[in-house]
């Protein structure tokens, strides 16, 4: 189902695939901290280890949306196209998991050669305990999300698994919550939102308000992501607070969009914003809502919001 120069064109990108429909790539954050010693936002927030931290997607091909600052190849990209909701036999959680550790293992040996590697952390990392679902395509399209999640605890993994909150009938039924859950809630509105997610089901911005409706019941920690594109998204604060408020997730994440990938091809470098406009957009989303500021990472572009007095720590 999936076209051969579609593969071709992934594997250039350093997409390594697992099985049917899964990948696993390098984090740019992984190389950074093996060499440069400089760990990604999350372990600066949340505590997990970016050098133990797989990036992986158990849906690479499959997604309900093909918003436009996604780095991922989406169907019409360097004229090579798929049906991206006409979805495949499922391999299973546990193929997924070994392959996907095979792969960050293979990653990981291109380091050792290296004489700026850091051997300690090196070491560590040959034994990854974070899986950070999010790599690409939509993972709550995978039918046994869940078992997926259980079987990586059960391997003393944490999970962070993100959504773009569109099939809420799977996140409503999870059979394993995991370690911590983004909802990505980048428009304020249903116009905004066709424009920017273009959603490829229908009543996407309907489904996604059933997500967040339901979302105060989760007992892990919840983020709601807004990846921030300059000129587009970075508005009307006051009805970003009424989804929050509807949501009330843990965290509030302002990120900025990065001109990376596949992405490039839709957007320009103009829209990407800088870490200061970031964090009055932070701001501004913090006086409609009561939420603070509890932490940032400039170098990340990110502004986290709570009303925690400090996020909460694993690892």
């Known amino acids: 189902m999936v076209p051969p120069s579609l593969i071709k064109a992934l594997k250039k990108q350093k997409y390594h695939l697992v099985g049917r429909h899964s990948a696993v790539k390098r984090c740019r954050w992984l190389y950074e901290t093996l060499i440069h010693d400089r760990p990604c936002y999350k372990q600066k927030f ?5 050098h133990q931290c797989i990036q992986m997607t158990p849906a690479l091909f499959y997604c ?5 600052f996604c780095w991922r190849a989406q169907s019409g990209d360097l004229g090579i196209s798929w049906n991206e909701m006409k979805l495949p036999r499922w391999d299973s959680p546990e193929e997924i998991i070994e392959g996907s550790i095979k792969a960050q293992l293979k990653i990981l040996s291109g380091y050792k050669g290296n004489p700026k590697t850091n051997r300690k952390k090196l070491k560590e990392a040959l034994t990854p305990r974070q899986a950070a679902i999010s790599l690409a395509g939509e993972p709550t399209l995978y039918k046994p999300i869940g078992e997926l999640i259980r079987a990586f ?3 003393g993994f944490t999970t962070f698994l993100v959504s773009n909150g569109t099939v809420p009938s799977a996140l409503s039924s999870l059979s394993e919550e995991p370690t911590q859950l983004y909802i990505s809630v980048c428009a304020p509105d249903k116009k905004t939102h066709k424009e920017i997610c273009r959603p490829q089901i229908p009543n996407a911005w309907e489904r996604l308000n059933e997500t ?3 979302l105060p019941s989760f ?3 919840t983020v709601m992501r807004i990846t921030s594109v300059r000129g587009i998204n970075m508005k009307m604060p006051d009805a970003y607070a009424k989804l929050i408020e509807k949501a009330d997730p843990t965290y509030v994440e302002p990120k900025a969009y990065m001109h990376v990938g596949f992405s490039r091809l839709r957007l320009g470098y103009e829209n990407m914003p800088t870490h200061r406009e970031i964090r009055e957009f932070a701001t501004q989303l913090a006086r409609e809502t009561g939420y603070n500021i509890v932490d940032e990472s400039e170098k990340s572009r990110v502004v986290l919001l709570s009303r925690l007095d400090k996020p909460i720590r694993f690892g």
Do not use: D
Request: aromatic share 10%; charged share 30%; hydrophobic share 25%.
């Open 46 to 50: 949340f505590g997990i280890k970016t």
């Open 64 to 68: 309900t949306q093909e918003c436009l």
């Open 153 to 155: 605890h059960k391997r």
């Open 212 to 214: 967040l409706e339901f």
């Open 219 to 221: 007992k892990c920690p």
